[in-house]
């Protein structure tokens, strides 16, 4: 049974970090497709940043050079270290994967071309002004 569990969630003032992880458990391996995706309070969930199994990375254009995806093979955990946070990065964080290593971006789930199998509980993430 595959299971993700989202940790290192919390509240932040402006401009603060977090580092979010995800646990990885009961994943067959192989080549695959992870993703870090947010729901902001009365909004629909949006994908935040992607990462591949060779390391290649794509990130949504409002989080891009403050949020860093990254993955520890060995520990089967995936991370997202977010920096110069701001208020409207608040909202429900998820982890996801799936088995299709195929149109693994940002810009493919928003178009409808990338679903995720496997999804965490979501962890809170709060930034005040």
């Known amino acids: 049974q595959v299971q993700l569990v989202e940790s290192g969630g919390g509240s932040v003032q402006t401009g603060g970090s977090l580092r979010l992880s995800c646990v990885v458990s009961?994943?067959?391996?192989?080549?695959?497709?992870m993703g870090w995706l947010r729901q902001p309070p009365g909004q629909e969930r949006e994908g935040v940043a992607t990462?591949?199994?060779?390391?290649?990375?794509t990130y949504a254009d409002s989080v891009k050079g403050r949020f860093t995806i990254s993955k520890a093979t060995v520990e089967n955990t995936l991370y997202l270290q977010m920096d110069s946070l701001k208020p409207e990065d608040s909202g429900i964080y998820y982890c996801?994967?799936?088995?299709?290593?195929?149109?693994?971006?940002?810009?493919?789930?928003?178009?409808?071309?990338?679903?995720?199998?496997?999804w965490g509980q979501g962890i809170q993430v709060t930034v005040s002004s």
């Open positions: 996801a994967v799936d088995t299709s290593p195929y149109d693994c971006s940002v810009e493919a789930a928003l178009q409808g071309r990338r679903g995720y199998s496997f």
């Open positions: 990462i591949n199994s060779l390391a290649l990375t």
């Open positions: 009961g994943f067959p391996g192989g080549r695959v497709c």
